[in-house]
């Protein structure tokens, strides 16, 4: 199997605990995921084994996973794969982890995004980019 990482950062104002509920509940992911799509829906339940989706029906698009490792305020760990995407082993899924880490009056995001497919994978840079730039507006 080959895998590649893609890691993008960014810096936000907002506090950790802001940033994490960002990470974390359906209202938090909703003002930076895709705010662009207004039809998305956001389901999440982050803590170990929970699982969240998010989809927009308009675009035909869609994401889903399961938390493998959720250690408040600082690290999550999921698994990820497109709604359209076959349905793949668990050893085959993307993997995305991501560490947020309180710098001055804000917090320093990384995602670090090991595509196991590498379908696209520029489009998982830009993407990921696109939507920290998004998470970077947050106060």
Do not use: N
């Not at 999550?76 to 982890?97: F, S």
């Not at 880490?101 to 804000?106: F, I, L, P, Q």
């Not at 590498?118 to 998004?134: E, F, H, M, T």
């Amino acid at each position: 199997m080959v895998e590649e990482t893609v890691t993008v950062s960014c810096w936000t104002r907002a506090c950790l605990d802001r940033t994490w509920d960002a990470w974390t509940t359906a209202a938090g992911l909703q003002q930076w995921w895709w705010p662009h799509l207004p039809d998305t829906t956001y389901e999440i339940d982050a803590r170990d084994g929970g699982r969240y989706a998010v989809a927009s029906a308009v675009a035909r698009v869609g994401a889903r996973g399961r938390f493998l490792q959720v250690d408040r305020p600082h690290r999550l760990v999921m698994t990820w794969r497109w709604d359209d995407d076959e349905p793949l082993p668990h050893t085959q899924e993307d993997l995305v982890e991501a560490t947020l880490v309180a710098r001055g009056e804000g917090t320093l995001v990384t995602v670090q995004h090991t595509i196991r497919s590498l379908k696209g994978l520029a489009g998982y840079s830009r993407g990921w980019d696109r939507a920290l730039d998004r998470l970077a507006q947050l106060r």
